[in-house]
């Protein structure tokens, strides 16, 4: 995957280097309580898929970043977005939206039929995610369905696409504060 960027800032694949970057980034974007969300709960445990997290750099500094994670739909593997943070000073330069694309791009040469997130349908809509049918696939725990969007990666299945929303694995069996995982 070549790298995406604009005279100031380029996009390239996350490096292991990159990760406590990525990780103070979503800490000063999301705050603590986004542990508590169902999103984030599929999530632990898991480790993101490999060759689809994307950094965006600006003169050495991590600007923004997005993951993609495995989770499985009515038993299907798929793709869960986010976390998709850019720093706070640095948003409205398209920064959200190359990171975004450079991520479907790579999931577009994968084996998966689409991928989920919960967010704002305006904003992720400029790359092409749109409001799934309420109760079409349920997340555990809470979530407002006029917020699960979903975009497909192969012609029309998308619409093949209902069911629980699971973690597709576990691959650490403890949280980042040493509790097991069920």
Known sequence: ??????????????????????????????????????AYRLREGVDPVAGLSFVAVENGVLRGSVRFWPVTV?????????????????RGRGIGIALMQAGIAAAKEGPW????????????????????????????????????????????????LSGQVRRARIDRPHCAAGAPIS
Request: net charge negative; proline share 9%.
């Open 113 to 160: 039929r689409g991928i989920l997130l919960v967010g704002d349908e305006p904003y992720y809509a400029r790359v092409g995610f749109a409001r799934l049918p309420p109760g079409r696939v349920k997340f555990p725990g809470p979530v407002d369905q006029n917020r699960i969007l979903g975009l497909s990666l192969k012609s029309g299945e998308m619409l093949a």
């Open 1 to 38: 995957m070549s790298s995406v960027s604009s005279p100031a800032w380029q996009v390239r694949l996350e490096a292991d280097q990159d990760a406590p970057f990525v990780e103070a980034l979503n800490a000063e974007s999301f705050g603590p309580g986004r542990f508590a969300k169902s």
């Open 74 to 90: 009515g038993g299907h593997e798929e793709l869960l977005l986010g976390p998709l943070a850019v720093e706070t000073g640095q």
